[in-house]
């Protein structure tokens, strides 16, 4: 690949976004003399904007709500990013062609890891949410030995569909009620994003059971202090966003950045 010049963040809209904090910490940190800046690009001229970094040898990441249509314009996908059909990292390679990859999936990956403190396995996954970030999750599900997923989405349909897409570990269902019964429940919708509206009552889920909430906030989310309250292990998002920058780091610069400075700059 080619090394980048310039490193940027594309979505709309990005100024919340705590990317280019942990991400400059840990350039800086590697001695690397480039700055991550985030764009907010207007929707309609998305393609534009991309197709003109892409002359200039930019990498980068993309957020809401361009990970699809980052999927759609790339030259060539990783295997993960086309399992998704989202692309969350992008880099141009020595011949110029627009590279697109997904290390969502590596973070939530993560995520799982430090909650449930081993190698998930044999568990059964309920998953709210079918869009971008439900994908992602099921991408994840779908490496660890002997685990199923349950979808429940507000719209039945695109459940069925994202279920469909990977196969028989994962199955659409009607019944919040069964997702609430999993080993290992994930917020996977928009709510509580913009508000503190829960995605689905803590009452409903057992005490044994944790929970992933792939929102993240300043002081976590209400949902995860719900679910605190009643005694289950839970956390935010907010490990996934930093693990998905790190291993970003990783495809861009292929070495690790230091994953403690990039901690300490979003805890400042
Ligand atoms: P992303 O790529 O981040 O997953 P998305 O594709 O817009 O974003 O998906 C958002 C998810 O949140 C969807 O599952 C959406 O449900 P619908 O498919 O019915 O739209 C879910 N969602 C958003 N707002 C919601 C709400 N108020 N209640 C329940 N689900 C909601």
């Known amino acids: 690949m080619r090394e980048p010049g310039r490193l940027v963040l594309l979505g709309h809209p990005v100024s919340q ?32 904007v ?26 060539r996908l990783t295997l993960l990013a086309e399992r998704v059909g989202a692309v969350n990292v992008f880099w141009v390679d020595a011949d110029g062609q627009l590279i697109g990859d997904n290390s969502d999936v590596g973070g ?16 059964s996954v309920g998953v709210l949410g079918a869009g971008g970030a439900a994908a992602g999750v ?26 469909e897409r990977f196969g028989t570990f ?6 919040i009620g069964v997702v609430a019964g999993a080993d290992l429940v994930v ?14 009552d803590p009452a409903l889920i057992p005490r044994g059971a944790r929970v992933i909430d792939l929102v993240y906030k300043r002081g976590e989310t209400r949902f995860v202090h719900a679910l605190r ?15 998905q920058g790190a291993l970003a780091f990783e495809r861009w610069f292929g070495i690790a950045p230091n994953r403690a400075v990039m901690w300490e700059a979003v805890r400042r």
């Open 17 to 48: 976004s705590l990317s280019p904090r942990f991400q400059n910490a840990a350039l800086i940190d590697a001695g690397l003399p480039l700055r991550y800046e985030a764009i907010d690009v207007e929707p309609s001229r998305f393609e534009a």
């Open 50 to 75: 991309l197709g003109d970094l892409r002359a200039e040898g930019v990498a980068g990441n993309v957020t809401v709500p361009f990970k699809e249509r980052t999927h759609d314009a790339c030259d």
């Open 108 to 123: 939530f990956d993560a995520t799982a890891r430090t909650l449930l403190g081993d190698i998930p396995r044999d568990l």
């Open 138 to 163: 099921l991408a994840a599900v779908e490496q660890w030995p002997g685990c199923v997923a349950h979808v429940y989405n507000r719209t039945p349909e695109r459940a069925r569909q994202l279920a």
């Open 170 to 175: 994962a199955q659409p269902v009607d019944d």
């Open 187 to 200: 917020n996977a919708t928009s709510v509580g994003l913009r508000d503190d509206a829960l995605p689905i």
């Open 229 to 243: 309250a009643r005694g289950i292990r839970a956390c935010d998002g907010l490990e996934m966003l930093i693990e």
